[in-house]
């Protein structure tokens, strides 16, 4: 019987990870496609150098939009309609976003006919597609959470990290075969194409799954669906135990869950004031609108929240994504061949360098996903979070002493190992489970919206800092790494003062830290 249960969870877990391995699939399948959509959609407009990066700039970075839009409704849609209506739907905007990326011009021409002019129509589809993506980056981690017994939530949870990182490695590996099928006119042409329909596969393998697993009992249970939440139960654990967890799951509702109004009201002002905003800088010619117009019109409508779910509870949940990005992972994943190249590499040489790193980075997830539940989530994230501070310190003087080498290429290795083995994987377990079972999916929400928030901003201001050229004749590309190294000093400080050990507990149990 036991064997059975184990069989019953690991399925239906590993079915949700999907929509991580979906996330990572999407967000990289643009790597191999820069080029050719830079001569499809941008070389045929004739604009000045200038305006030809920015507008290129827009179509590669788009999907952003979606994700911070995805994340920041998720939480009511999931609260609304549950868990597993809300995965369907990121898969179908995934599968929506494959064909209509691939093929822009449909419903107005054949697949293929298209030209530069639909890359519009290129966009609208790469944003959909992120709206499935920041769907799936907070739900999936979610339903593991609500669907996996206490002893064994963290590792189960952790394997959504992997398959995000497992989705990019996949993607890779398709975007090469599908290069090495033609020359460089037929890629530029159409094998962009293929690179986007590949997504096709792995999407519609999520949704057909998805048909299969059920809605997480303690959704059931907030909509008065017991009967339906204690057979589910039964199939995780014996009857016995799942009677007094359906039990404590009841408990956990007595007290009547908040509003949703405030969370209605800090979306709705967040998107009046990000338009005006961004509208207002744009027309006065700011170069960094979209930028200043996103963050100070989020930390403006976060007050409607934080007055009604109360100041720490979304402190914490916005610290712990921010932190994941201040720490500075995504400018290892995203510029590390710049990097290396930075270090004196050739090109082929900076390519290689990052898939080693891509290798470690997966090799030590995996290794959280063995240690959560045994060593804890606080020990790994404060370790992580001093590892990743030293190796960022030291690769900042290699820089700045001009010892750049081996040493610096360890430094990267040791810091996606930290990275890796804790605020990867673990970050993403504790925003799973600490919160209160009435209000999880909307802090959830606010505080995976606040990630990809802080990724955008990280990705958008390392150029700024690592090209200066103030910057680089004092500190000669270091002043980045530094800062990087800060964050993860403070990291480690937010988890040790603000953060409860939560291995081994339940998500009821959890309850008691925020009364």
């Not at 507008?55 to 609304?80: K, M, N, P, T």
Request: glycine share 10%.
């Amino acid at each position: 019987m036991k064997n059975n249960n184990n069989f019953y969870i690991l399925g239906v877990t590993l079915v949700a990870t999907l929509g991580g391995l979906l996330f990572g699939y999407d967000t990289a399948v643009i790597s191999g496609a820069v080029e050719s959509l830079r001569v499809f959609f941008i070389e045929p407009l004739g604009l000045p150098p200038g305006q030809a990066s920015a507008l290129e700039g827009f179509v590669v970075s788009s999907a952003l939009i979606g994700c911070i839009l995805g994340a920041s409704f998720a939480g009511w849609i999931s609260q609304r309609y549950g868990r597993k209506p809300t995965l369907v739907l990121a898969a179908i905007l995934f599968l929506l976003s494959a064909i209509g990326s691939a093929w822009p011009e449909l419903g107005a021409g054949l697949p293929g006919s298209g030209d530069h002019t639909f890359m519009y129509h290129f966009v609208a589809y790469r944003v959909l597609g992120g709206v499935g993506v920041g769907l799936a980056s907070m739900v999936s981690p979610m339903y593991i959470a609500e669907m996996a017994p206490a002893d064994r939530r963290g590792n189960l949870v952790a394997w959504n990290q992997f398959a995000i990182i497992f989705g990019m490695l996949v993607v890779y590996f398709v975007n090469y075969s599908i290069a090495l099928q033609g020359d460089a006119a037929w890629l530029h042409a159409t094998g962009w194409r293929w690179m986007f329909a590949s997504g096709i596969i792995p999407a519609s393998l999520f949704l057909f799954l998805l048909l299969f697993v059920p809605e997480t009992p303690r959704y059931l249970v907030m909509r008065g669906r017991e009967g339906r939440a204690q057979g589910i139960l039964e199939r995780m654990m014996p009857t016995e135990a799942a009677g007094r967890e359906l039990a404590d799951i009841r408990a956990s509702f007595r007290v009547k869950a908040p509003s949703m109004r405030p969370y209605f009201q800090f979306m709705g002002t967040w998107l009046l004031l990000f338009l005006a905003g961004y509208g207002l800088l744009a027309a006065l010619g700011f170069t960094s609108a979209l930028e200043v117009a996103l963050l100070v019109s989020f930390c403006v409508a976060l007050l409607f929240p934080i007055r009604s779910f109360g100041a720490r509870i979304i402190l914490v949940g916005i610290l712990l994504s921010a932190f994941q990005q201040f720490v500075g992972i995504n400018v290892v994943l995203y510029y590390a061949p710049e990097i290396f190249k930075t270090m004196g590499a050739a090109t082929d040489a900076a390519l290689l360098q990052q898939i080693v790193v891509g290798a470690v980075n997966l090799s030590f997830t995996t290794l959280a996903i063995f240690t959560v539940d045994k060593f804890g989530r606080r020990p790994l994230m404060i370790i992580g979070a001093l590892v990743m501070a030293v190796s960022m310190l030291a690769l900042g003087s290699t820089f700045y002493f001009r010892a750049v080498g081996i040493g610096s290429l360890v430094c990267m290795l040791v810091y996606t190992a930290g990275f890796a083995m804790s605020w990867g994987p673990v970050c993403w377990v504790l925003l799973a489970e600490i919160f209160p079972n009435s209000v999880r999916s909307t802090v959830m929400s606010i505080a995976v919206a606040s990630q990809w928030i802080a990724n955008f901003l990280v990705s958008w201001s390392f150029p700024m800092l690592d090209k200066s050229a103030f910057l680089t004749e004092c500190f000669n590309h270091g002043m980045a790494y530094w800062l990087y190294g800060l964050m993860g000093l403070l990291a480690a400080w937010f988890i040790w003062r603000m953060i409860p050990e939560t291995k081994g507990k339940t998500l009821e149990e959890m309850e008691r830290y925020w009364k």
